[in-house]
């Protein structure tokens, strides 16, 4: 039985509220599908946003979609030293104490208090991936990635809906440390 999953590296990229997205784009835009993301239902979108911090601007970064409850940045920990913000490292969604940021757009800015992060490392996958891989949902794991610069990558959380596709996301700090292939999987290592 197969006991691998793809591994994908996750840019910089930002979620929005509708309302966020009114204000940096105008009233009554909407989201303009680019691109469908492995997991179902998410998508690239051509829209773009700066990110202001303290220290520098990162320009024309991705919105996927569709909107969310609330606005949430995800970030390597190189751009947040760039930005000069301290990004927290959480699952997304959990944005409580983190660090705020200026998204620019268009149309105008939005003033975060909240929701800079850099994502924990983490695996996407259905109740019947979760059976065949022989894990459980928010289960802590080690993923071994073969690579010019194989490494195991410990501290993953196992995420498990049956609205998921079996996919590991890393950013691209994490990519970048082990040379990921286009074509890279994982195995899980306990």
Do not use: W
């Amino acid at each position: 039985m197969d006991k691998t999953f793809i591994v994908e590296m996750s840019a910089r990229h930002l979620h929005v509220t509708k309302e966020d997205l009114e204000t940096l784009f105008g009233k009554g835009h909407e989201l303009t599908p680019k691109k469908d993301l492995s997991q179902p239902g998410q998508f690239a979108c051509e829209e773009r946003v700066d990110l202001v911090g303290p220290k520098k601007t990162i320009p024309g970064v991705s919105i996927l979609g569709p909107c969310r409850p609330e606005t949430q940045v995800e970030v390597s920990l190189t751009d947040a030293r760039t930005l000069g913000v301290a990004a927290a490292i959480r699952e997304s969604g959990d944005i409580e104490g983190t660090a705020g940021i200026i998204l620019r757009g268009p149309a105008g800015e939005v003033t975060l208090e909240k929701g800079v992060i850099a994502a924990k490392r983490h695996i996407h996958l259905t109740p019947e991936d979760a059976e065949r891989l022989g894990v459980v949902d928010k289960e802590i794991v080690g993923v071994k990635i073969q690579s010019e610069r194989s490494a195991i990558l410990e501290d993953v959380v196992c995420r498990v809906s049956p609205s998921y596709a079996a996919a590991m996301h890393i950013d691209t700090d994490e990519a970048n440390a082990v040379c990921l292939p286009r074509d890279a999987v994982g195995t899980i290592v306990k």
